[in-house]
């Protein structure tokens, strides 16, 4: 086992859902205008932990394929789903070596920076599909421990998604919030 899924199955470890069962307010604000967007319902979670967002994503009719690390949060995300019924499959995976076999007309990333990850983010998506980002900001507020290459700087997002064929559709920095973030939406064409 490598140190990063022993670190996150550490995290992981307790009763409770470490982020809690609520999904990210951004994709929950924006969930509407999302499922307008896409050409589909396939859905893939980019280190999902526990599944809350993959979770909320099934609830609104994606089926979901959800990567993570961590044995301990990919089991805890599996016993939800089945809990519920949901379209979720989730796979342990160690990102950094991953490589796409599937197209996807949604991929969420959410509090996971992956550089070199991106292009092939984008490579799996089907014509029409949407990736939306949201990641920790360099800042001042930025919660500790965090290694800096895992924060994004002022105005790289947009930089990262810039080269690629489609339109940026949003793009937000809020470097004061309690968890500074960028946010963004990008469709393919």
Known sequence: MSDDSARWDE???????????TPSRFLAERIEEVKCLCPGRK????ACGEGRNSIFLARQGFSVT????????????????GREGLDCEFRLADLEKFRFTETYDLI???NFL????????????????????DTIL????????HRKEFLLQPGE???????????ILFCGEYPDSATPTAKLIYRHS
């Open 11 to 21: 995290r992981y470890r307790g009763e409770e859902l470490l982020l809690g069962e």
């Open 43 to 46: 859905a893939l979670d980019i």
């Open 66 to 81: 959800g990567l993570d690390i961590s044995p301990v949060a990919v089991e805890k995300a599996r016993h939800w789903a």
């Open 108 to 110: 969420i990333n959410f």
């Open 114 to 133: 992956l550089r070199e990850l991106i292009p092939r983010e984008v490579a799996a998506l089907t014509p029409g599909g949407v990736i939306i980002f």
């Open 138 to 145: 360099e800042s001042p507020t930025a919660p500790v421990p």
């Open 157 to 167: 997002l947009a930089r990262l998604f810039a080269p690629f064929p489609g339109a």
